[in-house]
Each structure stands twice: as C-alpha cells, then as structure tokens.
C-alpha cells in the first residue's frame, strides 16, 4: 500500500535483501520479506522510533502487530527480530547494555554451557533444552532480581517441577534436565547441597498400554501416501522409510550427512544417542529412495547434511519436529487411526518392532534392530507375544473365590 513505500527503514532494506539473496533464497519471497517488513516501517514511524533507536524486542512488538498475509507464510514478529540484528551488525544500532542481574544469569548459563559439553557429553540436541529449563528455573525462582543461589532450598524446586508439569505444554524429561543443572550447581559450589536428590523420579506408567504402532498395510499405506506427493514426496518417503525398514529415530534421520552413507559396501552410518554410531545395512528398497532423492529433490544445497528444506536456502532441520509433521499429515490422508491419540515419529520404529514380534523373532533380535543398549527397553514389546505370554497365564479363580 502507498503508506509503506516509504519508511524509516528503507535506507536498509537493500542490504537486508542482500542477506537473503546469499543464501539462495528466491527473489518472490524476498519481495514478499520487504513488504513485511515495510509494514514493520510503518509502526514504526507511528510510534516515533528510528532504526537507530530498534532493538530485538522492540523490533518484535512492532512485528506482532503486523498480521500475518496467509498460512506458510513468514512470520512478521521473527522477520522483523532478523531486521533488528542486521541493523546490529552493520553497526546502525549498538548492544543494549546488560544489567548486573542480566550479566550473572548470562555468565551462569555460559559457564553451564561449557559444564554440558566438556563435562557430561550432551548432544547439540540436549544441551538447549537442558539451558532452556535452567533459564525457566531462574525466571520462576528470582524473576528480574538478581540470582542469589545460595538462598535455594528443596521447596523452591518442588515448586517449580509442579508449575512446570501441571501445565499444557507436555514434557517428560523435565526432571531430568532440571535434575542436570542442580547437579551443576553443587558441584560448582554454588549451593551448599545438591538439591538434585530432592527431584523425585517422573512416574513413568509404560504397563498402561502396548506400543503404539500400524498393522503392516496401514504403514504402507502411509508411505505410499507420502511417496505420492508431487512437490517434495522422495525427501519425505526417504525419510519414513529409514524409520519403517531400519528403525530409526526422527532425530537421527535428520542429522545423517552425506558422507554416512557407504554405497558400496551398502551400508549407513546412524548417529544415535548418546553421541553412539552404529553402521546398519541399506536394502535395495532403502537405497533407490535415497538415490531418487539425491537426484531430483535435493536441491542446491551447501551443507553435507543428507534431508535439507524443500524452500530456499535449503536449510537442515533442527530437529526431529518436521518427520512428525510428515507422518501426521499422512495418517489423516490415509484415514489411519493409531490406538492413542498422541502420534510421534516412534510410531514406525515401533510398527517395525511389532512386526518382528509377530514373526517370531526374539527381544534380543528386536533390540539388535533398534539399538538398544539396555534390554529393558526392548521389555515392552514382551507384551505384544499374545501366544506367549497365554502359555504363562494363571487360570482365572474360581466364582466367588471358592477353593
């Protein structure tokens, strides 16, 4: 519109876009990132702030009152964070200087940081979670004050694991993310007691039901579904069916890189949990899909990361987060309807144990195909040997409990 040609901001609207451009991305989405953004401008200019004077938060709230143009499209409160950035790094606008209590909590968190890596081992994948729930930990406990660690007392952790686990958002590893920090924190020095032990474990209720998992022709059907797709269906098929024939997990398909993949002596290098790699054998089926993806989808990417997003820059995934999108959406296409309600990416690696299961094989042979380090988590699919566990069954009494 006429008002937002011309904004405060379109001095370094150029410049933005150039950014853009580097990374492949195409000239109809930066034209549509610049019309965002002018809009941004606009508020902007109503409230009488200028470039110079933007900051991230700032730069968000104005993005927030930016409606969003249709479904897919960018955000305007992320776009309009990136903008202030740029302005941050070509020098138009300076750091907001930290307070003391911001200065602490920053230093905290590095120093946790440092601890996660060299210390305990985590993954890329664990460690922001881990800094995420100690960031919340000191937002709920101290607020803007400044964090006096030594004042903490078991009272203050149980109340926070209740705040956090009564509400919506759903989490099962809580405990033990909060539980790593108050680890740290002993053994920094920072608290006289190691508050961890004052963490009960999560009740973990795995008897109430069998493994969620699709007969055999409902994940085929899945994945003829998937394969199907006109605009990025090889990705997509390419990446269920690592889960459905080698039971991957979400996470380690979308961290697998080029150089994973041993086409010659047909084999792919899984990087699992806890920083373990394991090499399993490729079948023919699993190769023709990743040699279809390679050669039509893939896209001019730059990174060495296998799976990498259909629109420009082409992008990895961060996580495991798009695989349960792709699988969501094909259930409700295909009209499969799981025992549960809550349907994750584990659902074909558990599909996979079960058909095993049925075919005789043994929960050894199971946790060799899934890679489990420990036999109790093979355990739950003993569950699934109906035959088995009726030859086991003690009869039922008699009416009444008569003898």
Partial sequence: MPQYLQTCIEPYLDSFAESFAAENYTAGTIKTYRSILRKVGHEMDVAGIGPSALTLDTAEHFGRKVPREKPGTALPYKLARRFAQHLLDIGVTQPVPLTEAEQRRATLLADLEIYLVKQRGLSPRSIPHTIGFARRFLDYRFGEAIIDLSGLRPADVISFMEHVLTSARRDKTVATHVRIFL????????????????????????????????????????????????????????????????????????VIQLGDIDWRAGELLVRGKGKLHDRVPISIEVGNALSRYLREERGPATCRTLFVAYRAPHRPFKDGTIVNAILKDALRATGQKPATPYVGSHLLRHSLATQLVNAGASLDEVGDVLRH???SSTMIYARLDIDGLRSIAQPWPAAGGAQ
């Fill in 183 to 254: 680890q740290y924190l002993f053994g920094c020095g920072a608290t006289a007691t190691n508050l961890a032990l004052s963490i009960p474990k999560t009740a973990q209720r795995w008897a109430a039901r069998l493994p969620r998992h699709l007969l055999p022709d409902g994940v085929e059907a899945v994945l003829a579904y998937v394969r199907d797709n006109p605009r990025h269906g090889a990705r997509d098929y390419a990446m269920l069916l690592l889960m459905a024939r080698l039971g991957l997990r979400a996470a380690e398909v979308v």
């Fill in 373 to 375: 380090r420990s036999r």
